[in-house]
T-cell receptor, first 116, second 113 residues
């Protein structure tokens, strides 16, 4: 079965550069979530989109922005990168099942960003 | 996460049962999850329980929920070396259009041969 696809899997950038991460949700999933997991930390919610509209916002820095496109894929844009942005970035998707949301999130393998 | 707490480490002998505990604070959570994360890998959903249940069993996994004490546990029977990983519990309110998860701090399970 198709899973959540994230790209790139690994990315190395320098301070003050810009990075873009992409997420392709499971087909027919309408909601996308972004999480950030620092070294040795638990995943922290950044932002989510439902039907291409932002549905919730967590601890996402102002230097970051995201959007969901008409094909439901999402991109996380990160500018003015700082050393502390080095982390594993997860995308997850979910959908309504039979008219009721199941509460299940399906995670991608993550994109590992290293800022030098 | 500050609202969901777990012990950081657990060591278990191969073949024994592992019990990983989690305490959450939001009594309105509707779903509670257990995720497994192997080194350098993504988050794998193991199982979840709806808040109106107190137990769920799935093969070697048993989830117990004590809603009064806001305590969740995951029991892994006959623990194997492949079970070595970090286990995160997570909660969500599951509002329509938003299953924002709040994760626990994670418990690193080490299997002793």
């Amino acid at each position: 079965a198709a899973g959540v696809i994230q790209s790139p899997r690994h990315l190395i950038k320098e301070k003050r550069e810009t990075a873009t991460l992409k997420c392709y949700p499971i087909p027919r999933h309408d909601t996308v979530y972004w999480y950030q997991q620092g070294p040795g930390q638990d995943p922290q919610f950044l932002i989510s989109f439902y039907e291409k509209m932002q549905s919730d916002k967590g601890s996402i820095p102002d230097r970051f922005s995201a959007q969901q496109f008409s094909d439901y894929h999402s991109e996380l844009n990160m500018s003015s990168l700082e050393l502390g942005d080095s982390a594993l970035y997860f995308c997850a998707s979910s959908t309504v099942g039979g008219g009721r949301r199941t509460g299940e999130l399906f995670f991608g393998e993550g994109s590992r960003l290293t800022v030098l | 996460g500050e609202d969901v707490e777990q012990s950081l480490f657990l060591s278990v002998r191969e073949g024994d049962s592992s019990v990983i505990n989690c305490t959450y604070t939001d009594s309105s959570s509707t779903y509670l999850y257990w995720y497994k994360q192997e080194p350098g890998a993504g988050l794998q959903l193991l199982t979840y329980i709806f808040s109106n249940m107190d137990m769920k069993q799935d093969q070697r996994l048993t989830v117990l929920l004590n809603k009064k004490d806001k305590h969740l546990s995951l029991r892994i029977a006959d623990t194997q070396t492949g079970d070595s990983a970090i286990y995160f519990c997570a909660e969500t309110l599951s509002n329509f259009g938003n299953e924002k998860l709040t994760f626990g701090t994670g418990t690193r399970l080490t299997i002793i041969p």
